[in-house]
């Protein structure tokens, strides 16, 4: 579960990035920006976790702007009394496929 309206993009906060990955990170956040051109892009995962923050920064190094990091998370999100929906990673076609039934 997480929060409403988001995606989830796995593996781009890891420390490094294999450039399939980096590639799979570009098209993605180039896609949410054809959505919504004015919209930010909020990066987050759970609380202490840290992948999102160097995702955000990843994102930052490649040009991307109206960033923000949300360090609370999916946690917090659900402790201030939100709602939660159900959502599968968006996985590249690299990627081997997991089955996901959210």
């Excluded at 939660?84 to 996901?100: F, I, K, Y």
């Amino acid at each position: 579960l997480t929060i409403p309206g988001s995606i989830w993009l796995p593996n781009v906060g890891a420390a490094s990035l294999e450039e399939e990955w980096v590639n799979y990170f570009t098209t993605a956040l180039d896609a949410q920006r054809e959505r919504a051109d004015a919209a930010p892009l909020v990066f987050f995962c759970r609380a202490d976790c840290w992948l999102s923050w160097n995702a955000a920064r990843r994102a930052e190094a490649m040009g991307y702007e109206e960033l923000y990091w949300y360090p609370n998370g999916v946690d917090g999100w659900q402790a201030s009394g939100q709602p939660l929906a159900p959502v599968c990673p968006q996985l590249p076609a690299h990627a081997e496929r997991a089955t996901c039934e959210p």
